[in-house]
């Protein structure tokens, strides 16, 4: 097993590197970019630049295109600036070099994780992940622990009285939690709880009050949880469905195979079959995702929540990054995130081992 985690190890780095290659280069084939998003803010599109001076006719609306193609600069809205300035600018955000070129340097400070500054906050992509980091931590590590405290007892509980009314009951629930997304419930939760049309119980804005320093030390502590309560919700109600039915399975899986009737031919209770027998077995599957659940639910699930609740977090971030071309945030933050994707997989799949020692991927054949 040592030997394939070492194998597994040598992999990170050259998966990391294909996935940093490929979204670079769907990056510079997108449209668009920071010198043409700072030349628009700056001018306006050349479009609506020409038809405020011409009036908007046809033989004026085709000029810009020429001129731009002829000009001494290749970005669109860019007539009127001097051309210094555009190479000026080209060269502040790191566009005076060829592609290969600037994606060699990107890795090779990637490798010493420097990831630069951001082009619109001139702020270190590292400062702006560690303050972001909270917020989206919180939601990650209490929504995970909630839902695997829900969803574990509930799939044991429905695997024990398959096809009862509770059975049946329990499944319309786990049938909405999964068909409606958690933004929809997040949206409920807003107009029912957070002043939206009929209660006004909870926040709706940040992960603490404005007066948090001053609170004592419960205070803050009630606070935190009293801000955390609908997003969480929201979370859990939208992804406890799947782990409940995996949980599920897994046990009937379990229930119907050999050692278990005949751990109960020898007169065992049948709680000493279900968690001395059954619960290690139907459990292998269930633990060990946890690590992918929870850079799933960290990472990718939170950005409509922290949008809704206003929460300042990694997801959104992230798309703030997206829209404003901000390529130092995105790149940065996607080559932490599957960094930490590719450990935690890993980690996943030594954790296989450690709850059942018969599983030895280093015994597979390659």
């Known amino acids: 097993m040592f030997a394939y985690a070492v194998r597994r190890l040598a992999l990170i780095p050259l ?7 490929t979204n670079f280069a769907i990056v510079q084939l997108a449209p668009g970019g920071p010198v043409e998003l700072m030349i628009s803010r700056l001018k306006g599109s050349a479009v609506e630049a020409t038809a405020r001076i011409s009036g908007g006719t046809g033989e004026s609306a085709a000029r810009p295109r020429q001129a731009t193609q002829e000009g001494p600069s290749a970005y669109r809205g860019a007539e009127g600036l001097d051309p210094a300035f555009i190479k000026e600018l080209k060269k502040q955000f790191g566009f005076d070099k ?6 060699a340097l990107m890795m090779g ?12 906050r001139d702020v270190p992509v590292v400062k702006l992940i560690i303050e ?3 917020v989206s931590m919180s939601l990650g590590l209490w929504s995970t622990l909630i839902i695997y405290l829900v969803s574990i007892p509930l799939g044991i509980a429905k695997a024990t009285r398959d096809g009862s009314r509770f059975d049946i009951a329990t499944s319309w ?16 939760l807003v107009v029912i709880f957070a002043g939206g049309r009929y209660l006004d119980w909870f926040p709706l804005r940040g992960l603490t009050s404005p007066n948090w320093d001053q609170l004592g030390f419960w205070a803050k502590i009630d606070d935190y949880f009293w801000h ?7 979370l859990v109600i939208g992804g406890f469905a799947s782990l409940t039915m995996l949980t599920k399975n897994s046990f009937l899986e ?14 065992l209770g049948e709680r000493r079959v279900l968690y001395g027998h059954v619960f290690r077995n139907a459990m292998l599957l269930v633990i060990a995702s946890f690590p992918s659940a929870l850079v799933g639910i960290l990472f990718t699930g939170a950005l409509l929540i922290e949008i809704i609740f206003s929460l300042d977090g990694i997801g959104l971030l992230g798309f703030e990054a997206v829209v404003n071309r901000d390529y130092p945030v995105m790149f940065g933050t996607l080559y932490m995130f599957s960094l930490l994707g590719l450990v935690l997989n890993l980690i996943s799949d030594l954790t296989y081992h450690f709850v059942d020692p018969r599983i030895d991927f280093g015994k597979r054949e390659v």
Do not use: C, H, W
């Open 132 to 134: 972001k980091m909270p």
């Open 15 to 21: 998966t990391l590197f294909g996935i940093m290659l």
């Open 228 to 234: 955390l309560a609908l997003p969480v919700t929201a």
């Open 173 to 188: 629930a786990v049938i909405i939690g999964y068909a409606v997304p958690g933004f929809l419930f997040a949206i409920m």
């Open 254 to 267: 379990e229930i119907n195979k050999q050692y278990v009737i005949t751990a109960r031919a020898k007169g």
């Open 109 to 120: 400070n990637y490798l010493r994780f420097d990831f630069g500054k951001s082009f619109y």
């Open 98 to 103: 060829p592609p290969t070129e600037r994606f």
